[in-house]
């Protein structure tokens, strides 16, 4: 068994790891579950649109729902993207891509 290691000394490993490069983003097909990323040993393949429309169907919940607790919302986030066929998360993502406006400039949040 690999022993645990710190955070930082785990993100150093990581980062190391990253700069080997072998990284793909590209779309993930499985037949129950929407796949955000997967290793095959060699290469890591990453595929983005699960991450980005449950965070999109998260904060637009947040937006419709403004009295709705964090868990609320987070556990309906997940039952939508649970719920989602590979058509219609295609279909979600389109809509996010058509929708986005993109900027360099950071939003500052206080929590």
Same mark, same amino acid.
């Given at each position: 068994?690999?022993?645990?290691? &710190?955070? &930082?000394?785990? !993100? @150093?490993? !990581?980062?190391?790891?990253?700069?080997?490069?072998?990284?793909?983003?590209? %779309?993930?097909?499985?037949?129950?579950?929407?796949?955000?990323?997967?290793?095959?040993? /060699?290469?890591? $393949?990453?595929? #983005? +649109? %699960?991450?980005?429309?449950?965070?999109?169907?998260?904060?637009?919940?947040?937006?419709?729902? #403004?009295?709705?607790? =964090?868990? +609320?919302?987070?556990?309906?986030?997940?039952?939508?993207?649970?719920?989602?066929? /590979? +058509?219609?998360?295609?279909?979600? $993502?389109?809509? $996010?891509? =058509?929708?986005? @406006?993109?900027?360099?400039?950071? @939003?500052?949040?206080?929590?």
């Amino acid at each position: 068994m690999t022993p645990t290691l &710190p955070a &930082p000394a785990l !993100l @150093k490993e !990581l980062r190391h790891e990253c700069e080997k490069g072998r990284i793909v983003e590209a %779309p993930l097909v499985a037949q129950y579950e929407h796949l955000h990323g997967l290793s095959d040993g /060699t290469r890591v $393949y990453v595929d #983005p +649109r %699960p991450s980005i429309v449950e965070t999109l169907l998260h904060e637009l919940l947040h937006r419709r729902y #403004p009295k709705w607790s =964090e868990r +609320r919302v987070d556990r309906q986030a997940r039952a939508l993207l649970s719920s989602l066929t /590979t +058509r219609q998360l295609n279909g979600w $993502y389109r809509r $996010y891509q =058509e929708s986005v @406006k993109r900027t360099t400039h950071a @939003k500052q949040v206080t929590l």
